[in-house]
């Protein structure tokens, strides 16, 4: 069982930057591949980033690539989200996600078992 809690959203202008992070509950927190991901109101939950294992091997989706980075702390049990060049387009609720999958690249939603409970990012125009 993995418990994870986000934390670091907010309000911020567009062009500004904020760091999300997400603490996890367990002792084999290396093991997992840690996501993003990301609900805007009236849309589906869509992937962010992902960061595999302790490889630290990431991915990302278009829309935030070379604006966003994941970045993990096993010693810490903690994943991060560095988001700069926030645009309003960005506004949504950010949820932190483990995944145990094994084999390829962890980008859709049932590819994680365990979710938080989200933070609200909000980018004013």
């Known amino acids: 069982q993995v418990q994870l809690v986000e934390s670091g959203g907010g309000l911020v202008q567009a062009g500004g930057s904020l760091r999300l992070s997400c603490a996890a509950s367990?002792?084999?927190?290396?093991?997992?591949?840690m996501g993003w991901f990301r609900q805007a109101p009236g849309k589906e939950r869509e992937f962010v980033a992902t960061i595999i294992w302790s490889r630290s091997n990431t991915y990302y989706a278009d829309s935030v690539k070379g604006r966003f980075t994941i970045s993990r702390d096993n010693a810490k049990n903690t994943v991060y989200l560095q988001m700069n060049s926030l645009k309003p387009e960005d506004t949504a609720v950010y949820y932190c996600?483990?995944?145990?999958?094994?084999?390829?690249?962890?980008?859709?939603?049932?590819?994680?078992?365990?979710w938080g409970q989200g933070t609200q990012v909000t980018v004013s125009s």
């Open positions: 367990s002792r084999s927190f290396s093991s997992y591949a």
């Open positions: 996600a483990a995944s145990s999958l094994r084999v390829g690249v962890p980008m859709l939603s049932i590819h994680y078992g365990y």
